[in-house]
């Protein structure tokens, strides 16, 4: 191999050596800015579900307004209730379905005219 030759392919290494380097540069750079933002959107998260809780915290600090008074009704005697009602079944009718078979019992002979003639 000659020496040009030799002299192209470590500049090229050089180069691609250079340029791999500031790509992963580049890359960590932009890791670290992306961590500092998923950081702040977090902190700023943190502190509206702190706001939201303390809201929370409030609101049950606060007692609830009485109840209104259940109306008086006349009540009757323990005695005079209300009888338990009854409960009757009734079963409903029986359904019956008739099928018609045959029984080879519809009036003619099994064995042909019958008969035993002699001619």
Same mark, same amino acid.
């Given at each position: 191999m000659s020496r040009t030759n030799v002299a192209v392919i470590a500049g090229l290494l050089a180069v691609a050596a250079m340029?791999?380097?500031?790509?992963?540069?580049?890359?960590?750079?932009?890791?670290?800015?992306?961590?500092?933002?998923?950081?702040?959107?977090? =902190? =700023?998260?943190?502190? =509206?579900?702190?706001?939201?809780?303390?809201?929370?915290?409030?609101?049950l600090a606060r007692k609830t307004p009485a109840l209104p008074a259940v109306p008086k009704t006349p009540t009757a005697s323990p005695?005079?209730?209300a009888?338990? =009602?009854?409960?009757?079944?009734?079963?409903?009718?029986?359904?019956?379905?008739?099928?018609?078979?045959?029984?080879?019992?519809?009036?003619?002979?099994e064995y042909g005219d019958g008969g035993g003639g002699d001619g």
């Open positions: 340029l791999g380097t500031i790509a992963a540069t580049h890359t960590v750079a932009l890791g670290a800015a992306q961590k500092q933002k998923a950081n702040a959107s977090v =902190q =700023q998260r943190a502190k =509206q579900l702190a706001a939201y809780e303390a809201s929370l915290n409030r609101a005695s005079a209730t009888p338990q =009602q009854r409960v009757v079944y009734r079963r409903p009718p029986a359904i019956v379905v008739v099928k018609h078979t045959h029984h080879r019992d519809d009036g003619r002979s």
